[in-house]
């Protein structure tokens, strides 16, 4: 097969495979989790393209991996807060403002981070390529086909 015809390729609905994979991360950018997903389990369930297949498990897997970081960086200031609360219950005041902030502003730039990997992945597959994610590649080689 030609490479221009590898681009050209169709799916099932009648798209080219690099819009579809595009449209996975797009729309996993700018609707949250469902659409994604379901389209994800479209293309497991009645697409073949091998690319396309790996590419819609990568674009769930990164939104899951930025927001398992998210969880995690916020663990810390949830943990103040029960910190909080607690010695508050005795009358002793503990304020916790400043870190808060801090983690906030971290949150925040692991969500830009996220938004603009996600606009170049989104980007990169309508030519079928990709960016080289060490963790998540890593283990879609190990757990897909």
Known sequence: MRKEDEFMQRTKIGISAGLLGAGIYFTGLFSGYLIPIILTFYVLWFEENGWLRRTAVKAVSVMIFFSMITLFVNLFPD????ISSFVGTFG????????????DSIVKLIDL???ILILILGFKAFGQSTIYIPVIDNLLSKYMQ
């Open 79 to 82: 943990f103040l807060g029960i």
């Open 113 to 115: 981070m996220r938004n």
């Open 92 to 103: 002793v005041e503990f304020y916790y403002s400043s870190v808060n902030s801090l983690f």
